[in-house]
């Protein structure tokens, strides 16, 4: 069961522009969605996170957007870079949970032209 | 330098060969954590550890043994690795038990060839 579901597989911009990157979860329990930042040949770093309670956060260029009834979230990367090509993951967890898992999505591969 | 560190970085290895993976953190982190990343499949949780000598499975345990004996150490095992674990493997690490918000710092992956 996939429990968090990422959309687009990959994705191609153009320097400037906005790509925007979604997340669907079915488990009610979530209440914690980090977004996670892969450079290749590195491990994921932490980018931003956003709790339910609010809809929106901001961070320098990265935003998400949050749809509590919709269980969605999402990503925009305002006025990209050729430097953001990477692999971003969504991610969920429980922070009531027992075992403070993180549920990834698959990853989207934007690359951002120059 | 703060860091989670994994040895070796690259590793190819027959059917059946015992292999042990290090992780280490500086952290004084109590959480630890394994996952394995394939494409199209993400990042799927093998084993974790909520303190020394605490260790549970994740979602993909099959083939894998952890330990934890010290805090700054939690070592991934194959005891009879087979090709479907060729992988990149990471080891992560968190501060503290008590939040699970804290940021896992992921270390910089471990390539495993099974032939």
């Known amino acids: 069961q996939q429990q968090v579901k990422q959309s687009p597989q990959s994705l191609i911009v153009q320097k400037g522009g906005i790509p925007i990157i979604n997340c669907a979860y079915e488990?009610?329990?979530?209440?914690?969605f980090p977004w996670y930042q892969q450079f290749p040949g590195k491990g994921p770093a932490l980018l931003i996170a956003?709790?339910?309670?609010?809809s929106e956060k901001k961070e320098g260029r990265f935003t998400i957007s949050f749809n509590k009834s919709a269980k969605q979230f999402s990503l925009h990367i305002m006025d990209s870079q050729p430097g953001d090509s990477a692999t971003y993951f969504c991610?969920?967890?429980?922070?009531?949970?027992?075992?403070?898992?993180?549920?990834f999505g698959k990853g989207t591969l934007l690359t951002v032209n120059p | 330098e703060a860091q989670v560190t994994q040895n070796p970085r690259y590793l190819i290895t027959v059917t059946g060969k015992k292999l042990t993976v290090t992780c280490s953190q500086n952290?004084?982190?109590?959480?630890m954590s394994w996952y394995r990343q394939d494409p199209g499949l993400g990042l799927r949780q093998i084993y974790y550890?909520?303190?020394?000598?605490?260790?549970d499975k994740g979602d993909v345990p099959e083939g894998y043994k952890v330990s934890r004996k010290e805090k700054r150490n939690f070592p991934l095992i194959l005891e009879s690795p087979s090709p479907n674990q060729t992988s990149l493997y990471f080891c992560?690490?968190?501060?503290?038990?008590?939040?699970?918000?804290?940021?896992?710092?992921f270390g910089p992956g471990t390539r495993l060839t099974v032939l």
């Open positions: 956003i709790r339910p309670d609010v």
């Open positions: 488990n009610t329990a979530f209440d914690y």
């Open positions: 991610a969920a967890t429980n922070s009531g949970g027992s075992n403070y898992k993180l549920t």
């Open positions: 992560a690490s968190s501060l503290s038990v008590a939040q699970s918000t804290d940021t896992q710092y």
């Open positions: 550890s909520m303190n020394v000598e605490v260790t």
């Open positions: 952290m004084n982190h109590e959480y």
